[in-house]
């Protein structure tokens, strides 16, 4: 059976302060009263900071597990930038250890001792079946603008419209793309635009 320290230095506290008023010529039950109770509150207060103290020490235990993994993370960014063929991606690599050097929290062996795996697909590498899509809906749209704006032939506006509108039934919406071709082709690109 555990012992409730708080409410059994409560209770003899009480006990003490109850003794010295009711019978303040007999000291001896008060005092030795408040020596329990105050021997009750330290172990109280003990429990209390032994269970902040593991609460602190799992608390710490976790910040270091997570502080390497993020360290591991970021030495396996800078290894795989700076073995990278993209020159852009070797550059923000290289300044990125340089900074952290610069700071003192670059541990220089951890990007070349393992953490770099060659059998790891790039992160950063363009998904081909991303562009392979979005390579579609540039020259599809533009196309599809062309045949809509074209004047003499009739039948490739309709062809153009009912493939749009088939292909935006089955989710595939081009009409923003066709607008911004149109647009760029009759009125030319926006100069206040960026060209990228």
Request: glycine share 4%; aromatic share 6%.
């Amino acid at each position: 059976m555990t012992t409730d320290h708080r409410a059994e230095a409560e209770k003899h506290l009480a006990n003490a302060a109850r003794h010295n008023n009711e019978h303040p010529s007999d000291m001896r039950i008060a005092e030795v009263s408040a020596w329990i109770g105050t021997g009750y509150a330290t172990l109280a207060r003990d429990e209390e900071q032994a269970t902040n103290r593991a609460d602190m020490r799992d608390a710490l235990t976790l910040l270091r597990r997570r502080e390497a993994a993020m360290r591991d993370r970021v030495a396996r960014h800078i290894a795989n930038g700076l073995t990278s063929t993209n020159r852009d991606r070797w550059s923000a690599a290289r300044s990125l250890a340089q900074d952290l050097d610069a700071d003192g929290e670059n541990d220089s062996k951890a990007a070349w001792a393992g953490s770099h795996l060659p059998d790891e697909p790039d992160p950063w590498a363009a998904d081909p079946a991303v562009q392979k899509i979005q390579n579609f809906y540039r020259i599809a749209s533009a196309h599809l603008a062309y045949m809509l704006l074209d004047p003499d032939d009739l039948g490739s506006k309709e062809w153009a419209r009912r493939l749009t509108f088939a292909l935006q039934n089955e989710g595939i919406d081009l009409t923003d793309a066709i607008r911004s071709r149109i647009s760029d082709t009759t009125l030319g690109r926006n100069p206040s635009e960026p060209p990228f």
